[in-house]
């Protein structure tokens, strides 16, 4: 059975591979020893952990007072940098799961990262509410389980637990997703190992052989936890939204709040995937796996979710003006003009308007433009609920309560100190896992390939240069 | 199960190769133990006779499970064990109960699924599994018989489909 090859459609992977030379470009980077510029990289991001790790010892000591929450701003970094870090992680998911559905080859390329990132994401999201607590030894409290007072249950009218089990969910069916994807790659790193190193990845790859029944189970199992995943991801949010939509907040209580929470998350999760595989597919030599289509489709995504996104900014500031209601008119006035207006222009600065230049193809082509546009996106999206939570919060009900919000070096040190996680984690990943999912690439190789595609727009061309004389030929009669 | 398996396996450098060799094994009525691939080749699984995977319904089956525990528990929870009014709502309030009861569904269905193919594959944390040849998981697509008790003549017979089916390499290994 020989494979369709579209002959127009640009191929996903260049230079004229073989399935052998897809595995050595792929796995070669965790056999070798890390170049200077990982060992930097991971020099600075466990410093960065460090610090962040002191900040969080500081604030379970010392207390939530370290911070400079007040009685009218009960929410402020810790809740911002969670919901941030939720939304990045939205991208991996969308990516391996939404795109696996669509049957969106340029997926393959990517999917592998991204998942990773998403992992990575949501651990450094989960920190927030656990410090944020206070207490964190008593975190336990917010699972029912049979206990001693009563036994006393959870509240589970309660949108913060729906999070609970939104984010659990969301963690551990991303971790499964992710690493049954990873079993077969383990297996092809493990079959050219030796050594030690054989028997860690024997392990790793739970005795993958490649058997026939165990691709078909493999296959069928990926699509229905993507099947799973889809509205799994499109869930986290919704009920990450719901914390606020839920309350009697003007500003905070809009049914707009799911699909612009989603859309929003999408949109920096795809921002923070290409700042990450820009300089992965530099770094470890994957230009020819990560090519500037895959960017091209990311920053069309970017494009899109960036558009519903300020669309929602804009149908809020109409929503607020038109209710006729003077406290949501109020609440809306102090976002873009009150005292946080810094972060507001931030905000639609970096989300709206800025993305609107990937309308032009050759700056979605642009490497160096979409990695600043990356940048600007996830600052714009901070941002964002930075002024969602501290500017409502701001301005309370009675003037009489009414303050200010400035971060003490403790939040500063634990966000900070979130980044070094993450970037920790994922420079782990890149050393001992294939970056790129192997198997998958190999499987759109006659597809995308570009020996496949070259050949078979060679072909096309040839036949319509035959045809034509054949067509007027028949109109003349 | 034996305590081991004589195995004589071809390696092709192509699935069309591959393929094409199935096709005429099953011509030629040879029982093949299994075929191995670095990535799942599409359209294979009619030629081996391999019967639609039924993972899908586990994972329903599961969901399910999940949905009725979830729901019947905070039904439970919150009209048997301890019933309290949060914001004047009824204790039976079900439309607050369905984001849980989805999270759950999601959850008891993946974890299900997933523990389900390992069990049923053999495969899972620590588990070594003979292989044949360190290259299929590489760029090589591998068709193997089992030859316990073979006579020569039929080996033979076997060699002979595996170079004119075009196999780049012809090896034996007892497993």
């Known amino acids: 059975m020989s494979a369709v090859v579209s002959p127009i459609r640009e191929p996903l992977i260049t230079g004229g591979k073989t399935y052998h030379q897809i595995t050595e470009d792929i796995v070669s980077p965790t056999e070798k020893m890390p170049g200077k510029a990982w060992v930097a990289a991971f020099t600075v991001s466990v410093a960065t952990l460090s610090f962040g ?39 991996g998911t969308l990516i391996s799961a939404i795109l696996l559905l669509f049957r969106q080859k340029w997926r393959t390329g990517v999917n592998r990262a991204a998942e990773a990132m998403t992992i990575f994401a949501v651990m450094c999201a989960g920190l927030f509410p656990l410090i944020h607590m206070g207490r964190i030894w008593l975190a336990f409290f917010i699972f029912p389980y049979p206990n001693t007072r009563g036994p006393l249950w959870v509240n589970f009218n309660s949108p913060l637990l729906w999070d609970v089990f939104a984010i659990s969910t969301y963690f551990t069916v991303s971790l499964l997703f992710w690493y049954t994807g990873l079993v077969p790659d383990f297996a092809t790193v493990r079959d050219r190992a030796k050594g030690i190193r054989k028997r860690i990845y024997n392990f790793l790859a739970f005795g993958w052989t490649g ?39 003007p500003g905070w209580h809009t049914t707009i709040f799911p699909p612009y929470f989603v859309a929003g998350a999408i949109f920096s999760g795809f921002a923070m995937v ?4 820009i300089i992965t597919r530099k770094i470890l030599k994957l230009e020819d796996y990560i090519t500037v289509n895959h960017i091209e489709s990311m920053n069309k995504v970017i494009l899109l979710t960036g558009t519903i996104v300020g669309t929602a900014y804009l149908t809020e500031l109409f929503i607020a003006w038109y209710s006729g209601y003077i406290y949501e008119q109020f609440a809306f006035y102090n976002r873009a003009l009150g005292v946080y207006w810094w972060s507001y222009f931030g905000m639609m600065a970096c989300n709206v308007i800025s993305p609107q ?66 970037f920790v984690m994922y420079l782990i990943f890149v050393r001992v896992a294939p970056v790129v999912a192997i198997a998958e690439v190999k499987s ?24 034509k004389p054949h067509h007027e030929h028949d109109h003349a009669h | 199960m034996k305590e081991y398996q004589e195995v004589l396996y071809g390696l092709y450098d192509d699935e069309t190769e591959l393929m094409d060799a199935v096709r005429k094994a099953n011509a030629d009525h040879l029982d093949i133990m299994d075929v191995y691939s670095p990535f799942p080749v599409h359209g294979l699984d009619p030629l081996l006779g391999l019967s639609e995977s039924r993972l899908h319904i586990t994972g329903f089956v599961y969901g399910a499970l999940g949905t009725l525990t979830a729901f019947l528990f905070m039904t439970w929870v919150f009209t048997r064990d301890w019933p309290i009014i949060f914001g004047g709502k009824p204790y ?29 594959c053999g495969l899972g944390p620590g588990v070594t599994n003979p292989t044949l040849d360190d290259r299929i998981t590489d760029d090589k697509f591998c068709i193997a018989f089992e030859t316990n ?16 089916t075009g196999a780049s390499e012809v090896n034996t290994k007892t497993i």
């Open chain 1, 357 to 422: 230049i990937f309308w032009v193809k050759k700056y979605r082509r642009s490497i160096f433009i979409t990695f600043f546009m990356s940048i600007f996106v996830n600052i714009g999206m901070w941002f964002e609920r930075f002024v969602i939570i501290a500017t409502t919060l701001a301005r309370d009900y009675l003037p009489s309560s009414w303050s200010y919000y400035v971060p003490t070096w403790v939040e500063i040190g634990i966000f900070v100190g979130t980044i070094g996680l993450f």
């Open chain 2, 92 to 120: 039976f309030s079900a439309p607050a109960f369905i984001p849980i009861t989805f999270e759950l569904t999601v959850l008891f269905s993946a974890i299900g699924m997933v523990v389900t193919f390992y069990t049923i």
């Open chain 2, 149 to 164: 008790g073979y006579s020569d003549e039929e080996i033979n017979k076997l060699k002979s489909f595996f170079s004119s």
């Open chain 1, 274 to 277: 290409l700042t990450l595989m």
């Open chain 1, 444 to 467: 759109i190789l006659k597809t995308s390939g570009d020996q496949y595609t070259k050949e078979a727009a060679r072909a096309n061309y040839d036949k319509m240069l035959h045809e």
């Open chain 1, 211 to 249: 058997k026939a029944k165990h691709w078909q189970r493999w296959e069928a199992l990926s699509l229905v936890l993507a099947g799973l995943a889809t509205p799994l991801v499109l869930s986290v949010h919704t009920i990450v939204s719901f914390d606020f939509a839920t309350s009697v907040i």
């Open chain 1, 53 to 91: 790790l002191f900040c969080i010892a500081w604030t379970i000591w010392v207390g939530i007072g370290t911070w400079d929450l007040n009685r009218t701003i009960g929410w402020g970094w810790d809740i911002t940098n969670f919901v941030w870090w939720i939304g990045i992680g939205h991208a």
